[in-house]
């Protein structure tokens, strides 16, 4: 394969905002379009085949940013200082986006009801049903972290190779059943592609063909080749220090929730 790193200018904050915007675009689809159009709420002139090709076309869009996401989340675990504070981080705001994940995309009573907590209420059954992409990205975190703790502890201890390898089955088998049982954003596939990401992460080529042709064989995410393709450039540099700003990443998936779910609810009472 020829030599990409003249071509690697792609920084860390560059696939973030690729990942945020292509996951806006498909959460329109999913969030509004959607039930929009099922609760028959749509009175325009587009006939179903011409809706359903638009909602198609932004779904298949969308589909780069988990890949994305579970890439960074990878290089931020090799190069955070606190690993402890990035999992409390996934955590805190995947608790903070539960709510608005919730409506947008599960609700089924009082779907226009812009006031949160009626309408959660409305769905009380919800909150325990599934859980939003912050709970499989800190799953997988998990995973991948005891996966490398255990393998520096029998290093020391010169253990055989294969008493490691049964180490790193356990804990992604471990990880998996957790996101299954939880019912989170892409569960177990989730988890499964972070520790491609992490196993690999010497072989840049090697992982991400390995990724894609894992993640590509589950409906549509075989058109989240763009993003892959975005992670071949990867120039492995962060990009500017954010510093505390780093943190509107984190908000960006909660607020375009929340404005989607509110903008959703004033198109269905206008």
Partial sequence: MPDLAVYKKINGNALKIVACVTMFIDHIGAGFMLPYVRYGYYDGNLSIDQLNIIYKALRMIGR??????????????????????????????????????????????????????????????????????????????????????????????????????????????????TAYKLNTDYDMYGVILITIFYLLQRYDYIRLFAGYLYISQLGLEYTSLPGFLLMLLYSKKRGKNLGMFKYLFYLFYPVHLTAIYICRCIAMNS
């Fill in 64 to 177: 780069t940013a988990f890949p994305v996401f579970c890439f960074l989340l990878v290089e931020g675990f090799i190069h955070t200082r606190s690993r402890l504070r990035y999992a409390l981080s996934l955590l805190l705001f995947g608790i903070i986006s539960e709510i608005p994940f919730d409506l947008l995309f599960f609700a089924e009573e009082e779907i226009d009801n812009i006031n949160m907590i009626s309408a959660l209420k409305a769905n009380s059954y919800l909150i325990w049903d599934q859980c939003n992409v912050y709970f499989t990205l800190l799953i997988g975190l998990l995973v991948i972290w005891g996966i490398e703790s255990t393998k520096h502890f029998l290093s020391e201890k010169k253990a055989p190779i294969y008493v490691n390898w049964l180490f790193i089955f356990l804990f992604t088998g471990a990880g998996c059943l």
